[in-house]
């Protein structure tokens, strides 16, 4: 069992910045991922790191502007989030996997995730 706690989002510009956090209670062997949903819409992820190499993939709406990573010493994961847009508006989720085979297909598929988090809000206003 994985417990996961999601913090650092708020209420944010157009183009400003936040860093997401998760506390786990334990990351050894879990692929670890960020989904987001907003009103109406689907879940739908965001990014994802392996737990072998580190490698990671990322949505095509983020690229360029979110930056996953994890620390597996402090059993932390973030997201660093740059030049946000009024659409990154939503409900940001962490999630852990219990495998990193086949992780940038995973990002299209939440069952593939064991373990979720309560999710934090982050807000872009325009």
């Known amino acids: 069992q994985v417990q996961l706690v999601e913090s650092g989002g708020g209420l944010v510009r157009s183009g400003d910045s936040l860093r997401l956090s998760c506390a786990a209670s334990g990351l050894d062997g879990y692929a670890m991922g960020w989904f987001r949903q907003a009103p109406g819409k689907e879940r739908e992820g965001v990014a994802c790191i392996s737990s072998m190499d580190g490698s990671t993939y990322y949505a095509d709406s983020v690229k360029g502007r979110f930056t996953i990573s994890r620390d597996n010493a402090k059993n932390m994961v973030y997201l660093q989030m740059n030049s946000l847009k009024p659409e990154d508006t939503a409900v940001y989720y962490c999630?852990?996997?219990?495998?990193?085979?086949?992780?940038?297909?995973?990002?299209?598929?939440?069952?593939?995730?064991?373990?979720w988090g309560q999710g934090t809000q982050v807000t872009v206003s325009s």
């Open positions: 999630a852990a996997r219990s495998s990193s085979w086949y992780l940038e297909s995973s990002l299209s598929n939440i069952f593939e995730y064991d373990y």
